[in-house]
């Protein structure tokens, strides 16, 4: 593969929340990261800005410090360590006081871009919003990169964009879902854009269903409080797997633009049926060890918010009618493993009779570990013994078929910021995107909620609670194997 790194324009960005955990582990890893390959212009500068008193030597030291804990040791150089370093600069600001602004707005540079990223508690964007505002920084070609969560219901997502366009133009927002910036999932749109392969079989004539699964090895520890107010429903299905969801089931955009591509996404979550409260199954994981269990890991004992979800959902227009796609999503479980499958239907008629067996064409596309796709084909078992059929993957992990530059392939949050610098919002939700989701999630919460309904209990290196295998195993079907 050939490596393209094709650079940005000049811009100043300022990452409010510049010394918290995601601008340590992502944001400035991610930057160094385009500095080394040589996308960032020379003169670009990141600046960042807390209310700790700290000075631009201070903040560079706990940048260097950063990039030594999440840049593996290969993907650094001492010289473009130093050079990244020099970029930057920092800047005491509260969100919700005057001091720092003036300051700021002195060392923002006239003529290139402005970008501010709010990576700082939700609760702070109106106040960023405002003060960007009132110190002259929010001219109209700026923009701003919001952090999820966004919003916790209809209501708050309603106000938050409400807060944010009272000073900013929609196409100043850029609404982040790091999902959308992996590679395998703008592969998808490749995948289904670009060959004639897939597309006339991408309908309910040919496709039996969808299963989308993220499945997560860690717990709540440590984030116990926090999760607990939101659940896996808030935390994953209404933004990462919605959006996984858009992109496997939307039309053909009529261009790769940002809104051509939005309007189609939007009409999959308005297209989308109320689902029927049998047709989700909520779990909470639970653990032999003293303490690691969820409900002794959040602070109210009797919870019922879920660590666990799976849900079978229905799509209501003329490709999808009758398909069901299948979510599932959850905490503790057996393996890390995220992807996309696609489950064809049987052959009409099998010619080597019931004896060999039912065998589907599955298109899975993995978003961790190892990015990839397969496509698993049935064949015919090598060697004697007569037609004996079995299922094969044509495999196509990136990094084998890519080549060793795969590795240079950058992270979804390194392109996304990127993606920001050169005002493209492809990847970004849109305001009224993100109101759809949550008209679609606001009402099955409430009615869990109303209810009292208790999540399962599910054992923690488990696949979930075994009530989630009936949603398929009652229409004939199995979900896919979480595998490691
Ligand atoms: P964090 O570790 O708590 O960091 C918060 C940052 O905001 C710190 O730099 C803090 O520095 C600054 N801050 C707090 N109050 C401020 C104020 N009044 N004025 C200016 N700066 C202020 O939080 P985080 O984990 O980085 O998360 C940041 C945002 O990203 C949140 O919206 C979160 O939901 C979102 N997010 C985080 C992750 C993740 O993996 N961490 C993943 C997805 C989304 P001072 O205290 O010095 O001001």
């Not at 960005?13 to 212009?41: C, E, N, W």
């Not at 807390?50 to 030594?68: C, F, N, S, W």
């Not at 060959?195 to 004539?205: D, H, R, S, T």
């Not at 047709?279 to 004992?301: A, C, F, N, W």
Request: glycine share 8%.
């Amino acid at each position: 593969m050939v490596s393209r790194v094709i650079p940005v324009e000049d811009f100043d960005l300022v990452i409010f929340g510049g010394t918290g955990d995601l601008a340590r582990r992502k944001i400035l890893p991610g930057l160094f990261r385009r500095y080394h390959s040589g996308q960032m212009p020379p003169g670009a500068r990141i600046i960042g800005a807390a209310r700790a008193a700290i000075d631009r030597k201070g903040y560079q030291k706990e940048v260097a410090a950063a990039l030594e804990e999440f840049v593996p040791k290969g993907a650094r150089s001492a010289e473009t360590v130093k050079g990244f370093l020099e970029s930057l600069d920092y800047v005491t600001i509260d969100a919700t006081g005057d001091g720092g602004w003036k300051k700021l707005a002195g060392m923002l540079r006239a003529n290139v871009v402005h970008a501010f990223y709010f990576s700082v508690a939700p609760s702070l964007f109106g106040a960023l919003a405002e003060r960007l505002h009132e110190h002259g920084c929010a001219g109209p070609s700026c923009r701003i990169v919001v952090e999820k969560p966004f919003g916790r219901d209809l209501e708050s997502a309603q106000a938050l964009n409400r807060t944010l366009r009272d000073h900013f133009d929609e196409s100043q927002i850029y609404r982040i879902d790091h999902y959308l910036g992996k590679e395998t999932v703008q592969n998808l749109m490749a995948v289904r854009f670009s060959n004639v392969l897939f597309e006339p079989l991408w309908n309910a004539q040919y496709i039996d269903h969808v299963q989308i699964t993220v499945a997560e090895t860690v717990g709540v520890d440590g984030r116990g409080a926090y999760y607990d107010k939101s659940g896996a429903m808030r935390d994953m299905v209404q933004n990462h797997l919605m959006q996984l969801l858009c992109l496997t089931a939307m039309e053909p955009p009529s261009r790769f633009d940002p809104d051509a591509v939005r309007d189609e996404k939007l009409k999959v979550i308005r297209a989308l049926e109320p689902v029927d409260p049998e047709d989700i199954v909520r779990g909470q994981y639970t653990h032999p060890d003293k303490g690691m269990s969820y409900l002794e890991q959040v602070d109210d004992p009797d919870s019922i918010t879920e660590s666990y979800i799976a849900m079978k959902l229905a799509i209501s227009n003329w490709r999808w009618a009758g398909v069901p796609f299948y979510l599932r999503t959850g905490k503790r479980l057996k393996a890390r493993y995220s992807e996309i499958a696609i489950v064809f239907k049987d052959a009409p008629h099998s010619i080597f009779g019931q004896a060999q067996g039912r065998h589907r064409n599955v298109l899975t596309i993995r978003l961790q570990p190892n990015e990839g796709m397969d496509l698993f084909v049935t064949i015919k078992e090598p060697g004697p013994g007569g037609m004996r059929l079995v299922d094969v993957p044509l495999d196509m992990t990136f990094a084998d078929a890519l080549g060793p530059e795969v590795e240079d392939v950058p992270d979804a949050y390194e392109r996304l910021i990127m993606d920001v610098i050169r005002g493209n919002q492809t990847l970004f939700m849109r305001g009224d995107e993100v109101e759809a989701a949550w008209t679609w999630t606001d009402p099955l919460i409430k009615g869990w909620t109303g209810r009292g309904d208790r999540p399962y209990l599910y054992e923690s290196g488990s696949t979930g609670p075994e009530e989630a295998a009936m949603l398929l195993h009652s229409e004939g079907r199995r979900w896919r194997e979480i595998r490691p």
